[in-house]
């Protein structure tokens, strides 16, 4: 059984920093592309970084461009987010999501994950 663990969310201030980390079991994580999506309330879920399976090559939501950084220790099956210089527009349910890692295949969309996990909030206040 597959599973997707997500965890540091947390309440922080405007211009702070978070770090969240997925953990995953149950696949073979080293062939799996993995991600962040994120939904804010009244929202749909978007695109947020993703990260080829061996780490090679990440991709970036323009809005976090610059701010956030995905990486992966496929040694400890964990995929992280480091959040920096958090806006207030970056409140919303961070999903981490995993998919097989093909060529060709669109990082952001939806469609290209089969496993998501719970999600874990993140409140960024002004």
């Known amino acids: 059984q597959v599973q997707l663990v997500e965890s540091g969310g947390g309440l922080v201030q405007a211009g702070t920093s978070l770090r969240l980390s997925c953990a995953a079991s149950?696949?073979?994580?080293?062939?799996?592309?993995m991600a962040w999506f994120r939904q804010a309330p009244g929202k749909e879920r978007e695109f947020v970084a993703a990260?080829?399976?061996?780490?090679?090559?990440?991709y970036y939501a323009d809005s976090v461009k610059g701010r956030f950084a995905i990486s992966r220790d496929n040694a400890k099956n964990t995929v992280y987010l480091q959040m920096n210089s958090l806006k207030p527009e970056d409140t919303a349910v961070y999903y981490c999501?995993?998919?097989?890692?093909?060529?060709?295949?669109?990082?952001?969309?939806?469609?290209?994950?089969?496993?998501w996990g719970q999600g874990t909030q993140v409140t960024v206040s002004s």
């Open positions: 149950g696949l073979t994580f080293s062939n799996y592309r």
């Open positions: 990260i080829r399976r061996s780490g090679s090559s990440t």
């Open positions: 999501a995993a998919g097989v890692d093909l060529p060709g295949r669109d990082p952001t969309l939806k469609s290209g994950y089969t496993y």
